[in-house]
Every structure is written in structure tokens, then in C-alpha cells.
């Protein structure tokens, strides 16, 4: 499991030799979040030098994000906001890296083992494939005609969001997007949802109950976290790429608020060298700070 991650500036993060096996040349990640126990990860990484790899299979569900440089894979080349993903045991042709490329990267399901091979896995479902895509060519949707959010469920439309679906599995509901709110942009509720969710903020930037977002900053939220009061910038709005583990269907509570309870016996009024505890808060880096209101949940 993925400890909750809300929220964390990448700049806070050190670097760590890149995981990735049957490649030539160096690279380096941080690591946004990381599931220890099956090695799921969200990373960004750094091609410190010209990076090559063979065609070949991924255990784990993998997409790769081009924040800036160049990347070749098969024959297509990629340039900032380039996408590819490619579900575990499917096909990948040879890829190449420009020496300062930047990326995200994402693994899901599995690890960093790679197989230098020449076709699928016989555990490859036949809707599974590679998608290559440039999402800067791709027009932005109105989020009423392309969200991922089931109506059928209960699921409202946002009014001033945008989209580009970038890939969704078609068994799990599993989907990777690009969002963007118009300045100004504001949605009032606090809302939670059946799935996870996590984004790295691309470019201008949001308020909401548990901080401030900016470029660069990153959350991965589990399932049924209240989360919401979102105002984006009033200049520039805000974009995020965003994945959910499932189907999106937002419930909504007014008014939220949670109250820690218990009776103090040697700590508060008449114990002036004691301090009340905690509330508990998910992991955040340094950058961000303290959140301010962490009843509002």
C-alpha cells in the first residue's frame, strides 16, 4: 500500500539511481510515492547522460510523461508533453533518451523488472497495447463530453474544467488524464470517491483544504479522503496530469469537519510543559509546510 502523500514539492525529494534494468547509459529519480510492497511507484526522472534501452516487457503497468527534452521509442519521437504506456507483458520497441530529458514516470502492479523480448506475454489481454501519443497536438475536451466520470453513479459535471484522456483500461476503469481549470476556477464542497487518486501539478497552480499546489507539487490520495474547496490561480487557472485506480464518481459533504475526542490526564490546562497531540495528516515536505486546518477533512 502507498502511504498518503498530500502534499509534497519534488524539489524537497533527493535523488536516487534510477530503477531500470538492460539500459545503457544513467539516469536518476525522485521518488514522489512508493509502494514498498509490490513496487508501485510515481517518479520523476532525469536522464543524466544519452539513455538507450531494447525492446522488451515490463512487469509492472508502465507510462512515461515527457516534461522536457526528447524521447525516441520505436519510431516515434517524443518531445515535452509526449505520452506512452504500455500495460505489464506488452510489447515495447527499443527507446531512446536525450541526455537532460525529464520525465514522469509511473509503475503500477509490479516492479522496475524489465525482459529485453520480441513480443507480448501470453498474459496480455487482446484490448492491451502500447499507446504513443502527443498530448500537445490533442485538443482539450470540456470535461461535460470527456470525463471519465461516471454519470450512471451519481457523478455531476464540472463546469470550467478541460481534458485529455490519455489512456484508461478498459477492465478496471484505470485512467490517466490531463486537467486544466480555467483561472478563477472554483468548486465550493468537499468530495471523496471510490478510487485513488494523484496528480503532479504542471503549471499554474490551486488552493484547496490541504494546502497550496504550484508546478512541480504532487499528491497520491487513497480511496474515501474528503478532499475539495479548490480555487485555481485567478491568472493562469491550473493543469495537472491526474490518474485514477478505477471508475470517478464524486460524493460531496457541506460543511465537513472532524473533532478529536478523549479525556487528558497529565497534558493540557494546569500541565504547562505538555502539548496536545497531533492530528494525524498525511506525508507533506518542507516547501509546503504544516497544514493549516487539518480538522477540515
Same mark, same amino acid.
Given at each position: 500500500m502507498r502511504?498518503?502523500?498530500?502534499?509534497?514539492?519534488?524539489?524537497?525529494?533527493?535523488?536516487?539511481?534510477?530503477?531500470?534494468?538492460?539500459?545503457?547509459?544513467?539516469?536518476?529519480?525522485?521518488?514522489?510515492?512508493?509502494?514498498?510492497?509490490? $513496487?508501485?511507484? =510515481?517518479? !520523476?526522472? /532525469?536522464?543524466?547522460?544519452?539513455?538507450?534501452?531494447?525492446?522488451?516487457?515490463?512487469?509492472?503497468?508502465?507510462?512515461?510523461?515527457?516534461? =522536457?527534452?526528447?524521447?525516441?521509442?520505436? *519510431?516515434?519521437? +517524443?518531445?515535452?508533453?509526449?505520452?506512452? %504506456?504500455?500495460?505489464?507483458?506488452?510489447?515495447?520497441?527499443?527507446?531512446?533518451?536525450?541526455?537532460?530529458?525529464?520525465? +514522469?514516470?509511473?509503475?503500477?502492479?509490479?516492479?522496475?523488472?524489465?525482459?529485453?523480448?520480441?513480443?507480448?506475454?501470453?498474459?496480455?489481454?487482446? *484490448?492491451?497495447?502500447?499507446?504513443?501519443?502527443?498530448?500537445?497536438? &490533442?485538443?482539450?475536451?470540456?470535461?461535460?463530453?470527456?470525463?471519465? &466520470?461516471?454519470?450512471?453513479?451519481?457523478?455531476?459535471?464540472?463546469?470550467?474544467?478541460?481534458?485529455?484522456?490519455?489512456? /484508461?483500461?478498459? !477492465?478496471?476503469?484505470?485512467?490517466?488524464?490531463?486537467? !486544466?481549470?480555467?483561472?478563477?476556477?472554483?468548486?465550493?464542497?468537499?468530495?471523496?470517491?471510490?478510487?485513488?487518486?494523484?496528480?503532479?501539478?504542471?503549471?499554474?497552480?490551486? *488552493?484547496?483544504?490541504?494546502? !497550496?499546489?504550484?508546478?512541480?507539487?504532487?499528491?497520491?490520495?487513497p480511496p474515501?479522503?474528503?478532499? $475539495?474547496?479548490? %480555487?485555481a490561480d485567478?491568472?493562469?487557472?491550473?493543469?495537472?496530469?491526474?490518474? =485514477? *485506480?478505477?471508475?470517478?464518481?464524486?460524493?460531496?459533504?457541506?460543511?465537513?469537519?472532524?473533532?478529536?475526542?478523549?479525556?487528558?490526564?497529565?497534558?493540557?490546562?494546569?500541565?504547562?510543559? =505538555?502539548?496536545?497531540?497531533?492530528?494525524?495528516?498525511?506525508?507533506?515536505?518542507?516547501?509546503?509546510?504544516?497544514?493549516?486546518?487539518?480538522?477540515?477533512?
Amino acid at each position: 500500500m502507498r502511504p498518503h502523500v498530500e502534499i509534497v514539492d519534488e524539489r524537497d525529494l533527493i535523488w536516487h539511481i534510477a530503477e531500470f534494468q538492460h539500459a545503457t547509459g544513467t539516469a536518476e529519480q525522485r521518488n514522489l510515492s512508493y509502494d514498498e510492497e509490490d $513496487g508501485s511507484a =510515481s517518479l !520523476k526522472v /532525469r536522464f543524466t547522460s544519452d539513455w538507450s534501452r531494447p525492446a522488451g516487457v515490463h512487469q509492472a503497468d508502465t507510462e512515461w510523461y515527457v516534461l =522536457s527534452g526528447q524521447v525516441v521509442i520505436g *519510431d516515434t519521437t +517524443l518531445g515535452a508533453e509526449g505520452y506512452w %504506456t504500455a500495460p505489464a507483458g506488452v510489447w515495447t520497441p527499443p527507446v531512446t533518451v536525450t541526455e537532460g530529458t525529464e520525465i +514522469l514516470l509511473f509503475r503500477e502492479y509490479g516492479d522496475w523488472h524489465f525482459e529485453p523480448a520480441a513480443s507480448d506475454r501470453e498474459t496480455v489481454r487482446p *484490448d492491451q497495447a502500447l499507446i504513443v501519443l502527443d498530448s500537445a497536438a &490533442m485538443p482539450w475536451i470540456d470535461v461535460r463530453d470527456g470525463s471519465p &466520470m461516471r454519470f450512471d453513479l451519481g457523478g455531476t459535471p464540472v463546469p470550467g474544467l478541460y481534458i485529455k484522456l490519455l489512456h /484508461r483500461d478498459e !477492465k478496471t476503469g484505470f485512467y490517466t488524464r490531463l486537467i !486544466k481549470a480555467k483561472p478563477g476556477w472554483r468548486e465550493v464542497p468537499l468530495a471523496h470517491h471510490p478510487c485513488s487518486e494523484e496528480a503532479y501539478c504542471l503549471d499554474g497552480a490551486f *488552493d484547496y483544504n490541504f494546502g !497550496k499546489m504550484w508546478p512541480g507539487t504532487y499528491f497520491w490520495r487513497p480511496p474515501l479522503i474528503r478532499h $475539495g474547496d479548490f %480555487t485555481a490561480d485567478a491568472e493562469k487557472g491550473c493543469t495537472w496530469l491526474i490518474r =485514477s *485506480d478505477a471508475d470517478l464518481v464524486d460524493w460531496y459533504t457541506e460543511n465537513a469537519r472532524v473533532e478529536m475526542h478523549g479525556d487528558a490526564t497529565n497534558w493540557g490546562d494546569g500541565f504547562p510543559q =505538555s502539548a496536545a497531540p497531533r492530528w494525524i495528516e498525511p506525508v507533506r515536505s518542507r516547501s509546503v509546510g504544516r497544514w493549516d486546518t487539518p480538522t477540515y477533512q
